[in-house]
């Protein structure tokens, strides 16, 4: 039988958690390690500062005090037995979109991450909306997804960010990662001890996203799938940063020659 581990960012009781768990219970046993509070924007960070506790729910549903990195780093290394390890780990559904840049920031995308760097397939899920979050046409892609996957595989280190339109879906397109053209907002506000606090917020401008990106995708209607892994290296720059070497190694080497000698 299929295993299917599930875990999200947005907390153990998030709708769009439980609308995953109910569509992937076709597929295979669902087994769910989540957050027990929510973690949007943990991004892939691991906790070490402090310990962290696990909560079982029963016999397939445990919460963890931390992140989503934390919550697949336990599931696969503790919670779960040598006979009970997931043939795919699926994070989401998310309450809102993790296109663009927003992927780096993303907890929901961090947990698939994880999964596939410990050697497990991992497939990210959410939903592009504001409100109304309605996750039918969402949980029904993640079926369809994940059983291709299961079926064909993916290719070593790979896993898949899946943004799902509201409304209408009106296709699927395999997609490249583009770029979230906003800028920070930062407002100072005065506690009532007198002291500031702050909240980072965003404003977006110039709307137009070039084809075959994420957004462009959503913003026709349609599902945008695009295939990431956690080698960051920008190939494209690659024998541009190598012709460094010669003038890097010069510099230090004039650099140990200006040292004062040491004293004997």
Known sequence: MVRILLTNDDGIHSDGLTKLEEALREVGDVYV???AAEMSGASHSLTLSRPLRIRQIDERHWTVDGTPTDCVTLALNQILGPDEMPDICCSGINHGGNLGDDATYSGTV???LEATILGVPGLA???VA???FDF???ARFAVVAARKVLSEGLPEGTLLNVNVPPGEVRGVRVTRQGIKKARPIITEHI???GKAYYWIGEEYFNSEHEDGTDYSAVEAGCISVTPLRSDMTNHNAFDAVAGWNYLLAEEVESRA????AGLG
């Not at 020659?257 to 004062?260: I, K, L, N, V």
Request: proline share 14%; glycine share 4%; no cysteine.
């Open 33 to 35: 390690v989540a957050p």
């Open 110 to 112: 961090a947990g698939a």
């Open 125 to 127: 899920f959410s939903l």
């Open 130 to 132: 504001r409100e109304h």
């Open 136 to 138: 039918t046409e969402a």
């Open 191 to 193: 506690d009532p001890r």
């Open 257 to 260: 020659q200006d040292q004062p």
